[in-house]
């Protein structure tokens, strides 16, 4: 039977090289699924009680995933409007009036990069998905500008730079876990009570933090620009006016608009003062649907842009409630009381804020979803601090820049950039890694003095 096996194997390997058969990366999905099938055989394994047999035991984890496995809808629903309303923005009409005079400025290698990139940290910090279009965008459109006019740029430096939006996005005001924790009824209530922004995005670490990493990022870029540009062609494919929409005549998206930002933004008004409990996912999206319906003024061109933002969403809705499932199973079986004692052993207070960003920068290697991470790590990372009695609000900020760190490793969220600018990952992947060891300097040492 080895021998049958052995001689297999040979021969789909000698297959593999006789028809240069490509054995790619495993999709985002894929991993989910894989991810799903390790944590049931660890759960399976080392929380089995003793009377019940493997088998019976194998069925009631799978029961635990099932009884896991709708418990976020509202959580993925959330995650999905703040990725496609951020997406409707940043392709709007007025949204690319604006990018066109602004890449007119953008006239040699030095300004495109730095432009770029300070124009993309800023859209992330605000909206994760805008600020990922928004960035793919401006990059295109500098380099279609540029490119026109025979001016010399690093183009696939420019795109790197239109990439920095992830960079920040956890940290700033479309983070998922920040804003999940600051909403009435949240997933770990029981566990950590309500933590409100000012603990947290808005805390003056935080700004501190982000701080020093905008500068030193930008430093970066101007320390990458100096390279001697070459000549580039610029990818014809997938131009970026693809990626924009005229907004039509009409008052009635104006007319809600205003009544949706109206109410919304009448919550600072009647909030207690520096009390911002109502900052959550809820009251951000609600913002960005008064903002959509203002800037497209038309119903029906709104909804298309809608349309269009929705097939970016794919991945979170098909992916979401297995890391729910994910989830029941670690909680219902008990192994998240396991994890939590493993990390306490391995942990003392001062360091756990540090164990927490390590841990959700290599996680976010295999999960590159942030609210998906969360859903999973955040139980285990909230039961340890609570036994060690660390402040969990510097846990979660800990852990939203582990997350955001490793995304300059990570390709996934750059699909969509990827497609606009019609570079290759091989080329910005080469520019954000000092991005990412210029992020592991700022984090560590951020953490280290003003969490732990």
């Known amino acids: 039977m080895v021998v049958i096996l052995m001689r297999r194997n040979i021969l789909t390997m000698d297959l593999v090289k006789r028809k240069k058969i490509k054995i790619g990366f495993p999709s985002t999905f894929e991993i989910a699924l894989g991810l799903t099938g ?84 800023v859209a992330g910090y605000i909206n994760w ?89 930008l430093l970066t870029l101007f320390i990458l ?43 600072f008004i009647f909030a207690e003062q520096g009390n911002l409990g109502f900052f959550d996912l809820n009251f951000v999206n609600f913002l960005l649907l008064g903002i959509g319906l203002l800037l497209y003024r038309n119903l029906k061109d709104y909804v298309m842009s809608l349309e269009a933002g929705l097939k970016s969403a794919t991945d979170i809705l098909i992916q979401f409630p297995f890391y729910a499932g994910i989830m029941g199973m670690i909680k219902y079986s008990g192994f998240l009381e396991d994890l939590g004692s493993m990390m306490i052993h391995i942990s003392s207070p001062e360091a756990l804020p540090l164990t927490s960003f390590f841990s959700a920068a290599v996680v976010n290697l295999f999960i590159p979803s942030g609210g998906g991470q969360w859903a999973i790590q955040g139980p285990i990372l909230m039961e340890s601090a609570m036994k060690l009695g660390v402040d969990p609000a510097g846990m979660i900020l800990s852990f939203a820049y582990g997350d955001q760190l490793t995304n300059m490793l990570q390709p996934f969220w750059a699909l969509p950039l990827l497609s606009i600018t019609g570079v290759s990952a091989k080329e910005i992947l080469r520019y954000t890694i000092y991005f990412f060891l210029c992020g592991l300097l700022v984090f560590g040492i951020g953490i280290w003095i003003l969490i732990c």
Not at 46 to 56: D, G, L, R, V
Not at 164 to 170: A, P, S
Not at 228 to 242: D, G, I, M
Request: glycine share 10%.
């Open 38 to 121: 390790f944590v049931f055989i660890m759960v399976w394994l080392f929380t089995k009680p003793e009377h019940p047999t493997y088998s019976i035991y194998g069925f009631q984890v799978l029961k635990y995933w099932q009884k896991g496995f709708w418990e976020l809808l509202e959580f993925t629903l959330q995650m999905i409007l703040i990725l496609v309303f951020g997406y409707s923005l940043a392709i709007s009409e007025q949204v690319n009036k604006w990018i066109t005079k602004l890449s007119k400025v953008a006239d040699n290698n030095l300004k495109a990069v730095l432009i770029t990139g300070s124009v993309t940290l």
């Open 225 to 267: 620009s100096k390279r001697k540009p070459k000549v580039f062609n610029l990818p014809t494919r997938n131009s970026a006016k693809k990626n924009k929409l005229k907004s039509g005549k009409g008052f009635l998206g104006i007319i809600i608009g205003l009544l949706i930002l109206g109410l919304g933004l009448s919550d």
């Open 129 to 217: 998905g805008f600020g990922l279009v928004l960035g793919a965008v401006l990059a295109r459109k500098i380099g279609e500008i540029n490119y026109n006019n025979g001016i010399k740029i690093n183009y696939p430096l420019i795109c790197a730079a239109g990439y920095l939006g992830m960079m920040v996005w956890h940290s700033g005001l479309s983070g998922s876990s920040t804003l999940k924790v600051a909403e009435k009824g949240h997933f770990l209530e029981h566990t950590i009570g309500l933590l409100p922004v000012s603990e947290t995005i808005f805390s003056s670490q935080n700004f501190l933090v982000n701080l020093v990493l905008v500068v030193s990022l």
